[in-house]
């Protein structure tokens, strides 16, 4: 389990992800509305870059959301998406020992983080 979280470098990728805030893209009360009309989509990480989050996203600990509501998530590469990946990667290779990840669904059947997504313009 050391070796898995010293190779994914877990630390420095919470770290980057707290020094490199998400860019805001709208009001948070618009994405609730979103929410609550069924203007949003759960999708996996993978899907994830570039979109607008509908729910807020905490990974404990610390227990400090990383992601809020109107916020982008970023780049594919960028810091939020690879500290969400990497928690990912650690929890299919560690069942049991799972982060806990608010605003994180998991897909019973990849393993897949999911996250709440407002639907981009059609």
């Given at each position: 389990?050391?070796?898995?979280?010293?190779?994914a470098?877990?630390?420095?990728?919470?770290?980057?992800?707290?020094q490199?805030?998400?860019?805001?893209?709208?009001?948070?009360?618009?994405?609730?509305?979103?929410?609550?009309?069924?203007?949003?989509?759960r999708?996996?990480?993978s899907?994830?870059?570039?979109r607008?989050?509908?729910a807020?996203?905490?990974?404990?600990?610390?227990?400090?959301?990383?992601?809020?509501?109107g916020?982008?998530?970023?780049?594919p590469?960028?810091p939020?998406?690879?500290?969400l990946?990497?928690?990912?990667?650690f929890?299919?290779?560690?069942?049991?020992?799972?982060?806990e990840?608010?605003?994180?669904?998991?897909?019973?059947?990849t393993g897949?983080?999911?996250?709440?997504?407002?639907?981009?313009?059609?």
């Amino acid at each position: 389990m050391h070796e898995h979280l010293t190779h994914a470098e877990l630390i420095t990728a919470l770290d980057t992800a707290f020094q490199q805030l998400p860019e805001p893209a709208e009001p948070p009360q618009r994405c609730y509305q979103q929410l609550i009309r069924g203007g949003t989509e759960r999708i996996p990480l993978s899907h994830a870059a570039h979109r607008t989050a509908a729910a807020m996203v905490t990974v404990t600990p610390p227990g400090i959301p990383v992601l809020m509501p109107g916020e982008r998530t970023g780049a594919p590469d960028g810091p939020l998406l690879r500290y969400l990946r990497a928690l990912e990667a650690f929890d299919r290779a560690f069942p049991g020992f799972h982060s806990e990840a608010h605003g994180v669904t998991i897909d019973p059947g990849t393993g897949d983080y999911l996250i709440e997504c407002v639907r981009p313009p059609r």
